[in-house]
């Protein structure tokens, strides 16, 4: 579904990724691994439009749409769930999500879905979003990602600094996306819970990929050799 | 409750309408001001406070909408209130027309670009015979029109324009745009994100500021019946819009109201004072801004949640 080639990625002058090559699969569940500044959200960040990368570069569907506009991404369904949550205080929970809902694809998934799904969300609905535990602002995150339907939902650090009750609630949410067909790309500091959840890997190292595989026939060792780079 | 307050409303509206029967030629006037000014306020509070958009030069469309008005009334000898329409649409062109290269700037560099835009645009008509260079032009076309009737009908035109664009700006930010504006305020990236067209919602912000700007400001001149460039194209406007706004609360619906009230009994008061009537303006402004930032409208709603115009959904 999703193929990068020869991705390069720059800040002004400044080189962030340097020629990636990798690929998502339908209904897949990729884990992007590696340390701080890696590049891993650049990646993220290049996929949805937010950095703007060679048309080539990015192909879903086998159209080269690299470098398109965040809402064109969108349309297409690729949503990112960004890196902080990002959530808008100026807005309620239901707001946050049915914002997004209206700009994004037509779908099974609505506010109301989700409600259902997470009823401690729907107790809170009406309480500005920045208002509730970091667990509940990120659940409402990836509703928020959720609802516009995507086909490839892209998490980058979605379990940073929640409890582990919380994460379970994190996972339990995109384990029901990835049951209806959803590619998911995770971005994950827990390397472990990364290779637990996901179908295969990329570690990332200094803006290159070094090492790939299938989760759960990962090698510990060389995972944390590509990780540290030792 | 509800009707009660329906009925309040009616009543206020009926004394306001009343009020060329009521009171004198001096008050109409001083309503006139009162009234474009709290137009401008609000549209600079809709940039700024929903919009997260600072723009210092939005005096810009005071000129533009009063010379727009005084050029086509008196070239074809048309009634100056039936121009007012015109002066809406010239107005919200020429915002249109400046729109994008604005739109290219960010932050403090749209601020300072817009004020630019205004000081060109000045200089502009200053250079221009056709628009009466730096002497103006009068509004010959209130000639023939009594003085009871140009006084009440200029004073109801501000009545219009106060609590039309109130009415606008609440119609906007209750609908659809409402909640993508605020998202934007809070976040660029995150609504770009959440598939918000930034650009977009931004422009549209921008022409209902300008629109509602050039209409308040062919307003207020025809109350002086004279628009020159260095008058109307001056910062004064946008410092005023910008002290209300500030004064009762950026980015409430509130505020505006209370800080044009404010501005106007502080003027009437002090305003004879000179010089020190501006740097205590300008101390009030700074203290406001660092003791209670919210405005006069957050210190009324600290205690309990006020919302008369019943645009906060929140229950919090």
Known sequence: MLRVEQLSAYYGLFQALFEVDLRVDEGE????????????????????????????????????????????????????????RRLFPSLSVRENIELAQRHGRPGRWDTELLFQELPALAEVQNRPATALSGGQQQLVAISRALVTNPRLLLCDEVSLGLSPYAVD??????????????????????????????DRFYCVQKGRV????????????????????? | MKSSKILAMLVLLGVLVALPWIGG????????????????????NLLAGYGGIVAVGQHVFIGIGAYSLFFLSTSFGLNPWL??????????????????????????????????????????????????AGAGMPLSTMMGITRWLRNAGIYWAALAVGVGSLGVVW??????????????????????????????????????????????????????????PSASFSLNWTAAAIFIAVLGGIGTLEGPLIGVLVYFLLR??????????????????????????????SLLTRRRPLDPFGIRRMLS
Not at chain 2, 116 to 130: H, K, P
């Open chain 2, 25 to 44: 030629y001096a008050t109409q006037r001083l309503m006139v001001e009162v009234f474009t000014l709290y137009a401008i306020a609000l549209a600079w």
């Open chain 1, 29 to 84: 569940c990729m884990a992007l691994i590696g340390a701080n500044g890696a590049g891993k959200s650049t990646l993220l960040r290049s996929l949805v439009g937010a950095v703007k990368v060679s048309a080539d570069s990015v192909q879903f569907d086998g159209e080269a749409v690299g470098g398109a506009s965040e809402r064109k991404q969108l349309k297409r369904g690729i949503t990112l769930v960004p890196e902080g």
């Open chain 1, 169 to 198: 609630e994190v996972y339990r949410l995109l384990n029901m996306a990835r049951q209806d067909g959803m590619s998911v790309v995770l971005v994950e500091q827990n390397v472990q819970r990364a290779l637990a959840e996901a």
């Open chain 2, 171 to 228: 119609w906007l930010l209750r609908g659809r745009l409402g909640l993508a504006l605020l998202s934007v305020r809070d976040n660029e990236a995150a609504a770009a994100a959440s598939g918000v067209n930034v650009l977009r919602t931004k422009v549209i912000l921008w022409l209902v500021a300008a629109a509602i700007t050039g209409l308040a400001g062919a307003v207020a001149y025809m109350n002086t019946l004279q628009v020159t």
């Open chain 2, 83 to 132: 121009m007012l329409p015109a002066a809406v649409v010239i107005t919200a062109l020429f915002a249109l027309l400046f729109a994008l290269p604005m739109f290219r700037l960010r932050g403090a560099y749209f601020a300072v670009g817009t004020w630019v835009l205004a000081e060109i645009t000045r200089i502009a008509v200053l250079n221009s015979d056709w628009l009466g």
């Open chain 1, 210 to 230: 070094v090492l790939d595989g299938v989760a759960a026939e990962a090698d510990h060792h060389a995972v944390a050799n590509a990780y540290f780079g030792v």
């Open chain 2, 268 to 297: 009437e008061m002090f305003s004879s004072y000179g010089s020190w009537y501006f740097i205590v303006l300008g101390c009030i402004a700074i203290l406001t801004m660092l003791l209670a930032p919210g405005g006069a409208w």
